[in-house]
């Protein structure tokens, strides 16, 4: 459970073995939700954590009953301003919830195992979409969000090998995308994984770069393919000279590694032109496009490519 410790004690927290190990649970994720490292059980977070409890009975049959739903996010060129890829972005449409986002049950399908499934779901159907889009006339590129867990995943790189030979797709047309917060943890192991998954031909990101602390010199040991600067930056562009640092630095660090840069989060035309002039490579955000369903991908190449 890494570093996380999170308590429930007896008898005032629950007086059989079940109902201890269910305050624990509760107490865990208040730690995780106010990104503490220790949280001793207390009732107040208890309405909250029964509602996720609840959710976790129900993921199993997410994956069985079909109930995960991708949406599409474009990513932009910055140099032609073309639209040159997605990211695929897992939802789960719950029966009685409505449409659950992934903070709300990636983190629950890592802590009860089901993260190496789920990822598998959505590798397929992203891929899926990826040959749907290619009979319309649209050639793009996809970028899939795995877990640290898959990493651990020995069997991975082969089922994405079938995959790809199965929709017969060249396999530079995929991206992983792995936090850079994950990496750090057990960076020898990560590497071992990553370098297996390039040898396939797949690109690799490292997502939410900037945020993670980890080890910078450990982190150049890692062959990549892309650096994608954390949102929280983007969005602090304009007003604050530290985050420009950071978002400049990563752009140099992307020209000495040779890989590309994409900057995520771009709201507002003012944050577009910023990270175009400061050199990033490319762009995606709601001023772009927000993430969108299958169909509605449609409606929006129609239009994209009638404009001249
Ligand atoms: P991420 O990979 O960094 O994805 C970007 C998140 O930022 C998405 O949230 C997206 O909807 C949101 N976003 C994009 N542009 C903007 C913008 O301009 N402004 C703002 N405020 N937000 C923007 P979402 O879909 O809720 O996903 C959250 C995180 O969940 C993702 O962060 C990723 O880490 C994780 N995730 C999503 N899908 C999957 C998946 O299939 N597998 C795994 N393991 N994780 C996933
Ligand atoms: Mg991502
Ligand atoms: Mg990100």
């Known amino acids: 459970m890494g ?9 005032e927290h629950g007086l059989t073995q079940s109902e201890l190990m269910r305050s624990a649970d509760v107490a865990m994720y208040e730690a995780k939700r106010t990104h503490s490292t220790i949280c001793l059980y207390h009732s107040d977070s208890d309405d909250n954590s029964r509602d996720r409890l609840s959710l976790i009975g129900d993921l199993r049959a997410a994956l069985d009953e079909d109930q995960l739903v991708l949406h599409f996010q474009f990513t932009q060129d910055f140099r032609s301003g073309r639209i040159q890829g997605l990211e695929a972005l897992v939802r789960w449409n719950h029966p009685t919830r409505g449409l ?23 590798l397929r159907k992203a891929l899926e979409e990826l040959v749907r889009l290619d ?8 970028s899939v969000n795995i877990s640290h867990l898959d990493l651990l995943d020995e069997t991975l790189p082969g089922y994405i090998e079938t995959l790809l030979a199965h929709y017969d797709l060249q396999p530079q047309r995929l991206t992983l995308e792995v936090t850079e917060s994950s990496l750090g943890e057990e960076p020898e192991r990560a590497r071992t994984r990553i370098e297996a998954l390039r040898r396939l031909g797949v690109r690799i990101s490292i997502d939410d770069f900037g945020v993670g602390y980890s080890s ?10 892309e650096l994608k600067i954390d949102k929280t930056f983007v969005f602090a562009l304009e007003n604050d000279v530290r985050a420009r640092a950071v978002i400049g630095s990563t752009i140099e660090l992307g020209r000495a590694l040779n890989v590309t840069v994409v900057a995520e989060g771009i709201e507002t035309f003012s944050n577009h032109q910023l ?11 709601y001023y772009i496009a927000r993430p969108k369903c299958s169909e509605e991908l449609d409606e929006y190449l129609a239009v994209m490519s009638t404009r001249p």
């Open 3 to 11: 570093e996380v410790d999170h308590s429930a004690l007896y008898p």
């Open 100 to 122: 659950v986002f992934p903070d709300d049950f990636i983190p629950m399908a890592e802590r009860v195992g089901l993260i190496m499934p789920l990822t598998r779901v959505v």
């Open 135 to 142: 009979a319309t006339g649209h050639r793009l590129t996809m």
């Open 216 to 225: 910078m010199s450990k982190l150049l040991e890692l062959p990549i393919d």
């Open 275 to 285: 990270l175009r002039s400061l050199g990033a490579d490319v762009a995606q955000g």
